[in-house]
């Protein structure tokens, strides 16, 4: 089966993002740097500490992230959004709550026709966030 994940990108502060997601979302975080790569040493050594690839595993979401941001540097847009599906309206506030705390709200959570919820946030990071609990995807699993 192909599944798609999410690979996010930041400019030196990856680690802090991908701590405060794991804050947020729960689950296991690790990281590995340039420094921990065969290659650290004929590299700058203020590279070193930066991240390679970050991973967070939450049951089966899985966030990927990076420092890795090519000559172009960092555009941030509006292109792409994570959908988070929530397993209760609970979890859905709780998850919203916390990923907007120093970001702003895109809209906030409202009741959905299907039941359920849907709102959106941009992170304080930049990213934008749809949460949404909803029994027509539960049954689509």
């Not at 405060?20 to 290659?39: A, N, V």
């Amino acid at each position: 089966m192909i599944q798609i994940s999410a690979y996010l990108t930041f400019a030196g502060n990856c680690r802090e993002a991908m701590s405060f997601y794991r804050e947020c979302l729960g689950g296991r975080l690790s990281f590995r740097t340039i420094g921990d790569t065969t290659d650290a040493e004929v590299l700058p050594a203020r590279l070193r500490n930066a991240v390679l690839q970050a991973t967070l595993v939450s049951g089966d979401l899985v966030l990927t992230g990076s420092d890795m941001v090519g000559e172009e540097g960092l555009i941030s847009g509006n292109t792409v959004a994570l959908l988070l599906q929530c397993n209760s309206e609970a979890q859905t506030r709780d998850c919203y709550r916390k990923l907007a705390a120093g970001g702003a709200t895109s809209f906030p959570l409202r009741p959905t026709a299907e039941g359920g919820l849907f709102g959106g946030v941009t992170d304080k990071y930049g990213h934008h966030w749809l949460l949404s609990c909803n029994d027509i995807y539960q049954k689509i699993k």
